[in-house]
Structure formats: structure tokens, C-alpha cells
């Protein structure tokens, strides 16, 4: 009779698993076959968890911190958010590029992030706050450049909140530099004419990873994880180790 109630209950309270929603742009997000081998580095940072973990990947292409509420994604997230769950928030690209129509003024950018901010902490989830992920640029010496304006402003918000903080733009210059002008462009989406069917007319991008850079990138992120020492971070299975 025990045995049987213990197999029982074994069936009826199945453990809740930790959410892990990223929210983003184009550098984060999941891609379509059709731009492979473009890809997001929320694609492979949802392969390091452990079974109690499930990463819901939110990030959109071409999205500001503005237009992510705007189109009431951000309102999806919140309205599935529970108590213990993560969102990793990484916006800049598309904030700070005054031609753009997602363009947000830097005072506005910083408004949306606290918004982000507060309304997962009052759902009871953890934010976790990353700078934009930075692009490919050189000097003629060869030193690796900062690339985002807006940088300073979520390190601003970060401070102001005392919310877990990545500084995800200085860990990807820092990669490219180890790595230099030349092989850092294996990361990016850069393909010659003919090679791929998905870019006939080759590409060259150095904002957006192939399937090494968004691995490389996952994994800065998740170094980060550990560092801050969250309850996430015992979840995390596979990592290779700091060189």
C-alpha cells in the first residue's frame, strides 16, 4: 500500500523546472534555415543546462528595447513568468542607430531596461542585465574596438538596480583581441561568392555569428553565469574551461 502511494505521488508532483527567457535582438535570437549559417547565441546557450532547466528564447531580429514592447512581446514573457525563472536581457543594437525606426533615445533606452528590470523582479524572477554583444571592428594596429554607444547606459542601470550584470560587450572585444583582426572573422558570417547556397553572392558580417561565434559567444555568457554565482549556475553541464 506504501509502495503503491509513493509511485503515486511520484506521478502527481512532477519538480517545476527553472525558465531561462532571453530577450534580445538578431545577435541573440533563433534563426530561420534560410540565413544559415547565421546564428544567435541564445541557439547553443540553451544546450548547457541540465534537464531542470528550459531556455525559452525570445530575442527577434531587428528589436530595441522600445519596439520588444512595443509589438507586446515583452507582455508574453511577463504574462508566462513565475517565481525562481531568469530573463537575460541583452538590447543595443538596434537602440542606438538613429536611422532606424527602432531607434530609442538614450534616456527612453535606459527607461525600457528599468522596466524590464522591475517587472520580473515583481513577478519574483531574477533579471540579468548584459551589455550588446559587440561587433567585429579593428584599427589599423590591429587593436579591437568598442562598437556600442549605449554600453555606458546599461552599465548606468545596472549600478542603479544592483542587478546581476554581464558585461558582455567588453568579454567579446577582449575575444576578438586574443583572437586578432584576421581569425576573429571566423566567428561572423562571413562566406565568398558561391560557397553557400543561402548567399550566393558570399557575405560579409562582422555583427552577426556563424555556428563557432554564437558557441564561443554562449559560452562567455555562461563563464559570466558562474561567476555570479546564481542558483543557475549549478544547472550548467557543459563548459569548457577558461583558457
Avoid at 43 to 50: E, K, L, N, R
Amino acid at each position: 500500500m506504501m509502495m503503491s502511494l509513493l509511485v503515486l505521488l511520484s506521478f502527481t508532483s512532477p519538480v517545476k523546472r527553472i525558465k531561462v527567457y532571453l530577450i534580445g535582438d538578431s545577435t541573440m535570437s533563433i534563426k530561420s534555415p534560410s540565413t544559415y549559417p547565421e546564428t544567435g547565441w541564445g541557439m547553443p546557450f540553451a544546450g548547457f543546462f541540465d534537464q531542470d532547466v528550459v531556455v525559452d528564447n525570445r530575442a527577434q531580429n531587428g528589436r530595441s528595447t522600445k519596439s520588444f514592447i512595443n509589438e507586446n512581446r515583452w507582455t508574453s514573457v511577463l504574462d508566462s513568468l513565475n517565481q525562481g525563472d531568469y530573463v537575460l536581457i541583452q538590447f543595443g543594437h538596434n537602440d542606438e542607430v538613429e536611422t532606424k525606426k527602432t531607434y530609442t533615445k538614450p534616456e527612453e533606452f535606459k527607461v525600457n531596461l528599468l522596466r524590464y528590470i522591475q517587472e520580473t523582479k515583481a513577478k519574483k524572477a531574477i533579471p540579468i542585465l548584459l551589455t550588446p554583444v559587440s561587433r567585429r571592428k579593428f584599427d589599423t594596429d590591429g587593436k579591437a574596438l568598442e562598437t556600442h554607444p549605449y554600453t555606458p547606459l546599461v552599465k548606468e542601470v545596472a549600478a542603479a538596480e544592483k542587478v546581476a550584470f554581464i558585461d558582455l560587450d567588453a568579454k567579446s572585444i577582449a575575444l576578438y583581441q586574443k583572437l586578432g583582426a584576421e581569425k576573429s572573422a571566423m566567428l561572423f558570417n562571413h562566406l565568398e561568392p558561391g560557397v553557400h547556397p543561402n548567399y550566393p553572392e558570399g557575405k560579409t558580417d562582422d555583427t552577426h555569428f556563424n555556428e563557432l561565434g554564437a558557441r564561443e559567444i554562449a559560452q562567455l555568457v555562461l563563464q559570466e553565469l558562474k561567476q555570479l554565482n546564481l542558483g543557475l549556475s549549478e544547472h550548467i553541464v557543459k563548459l569548457k574551461a577558461k583558457s
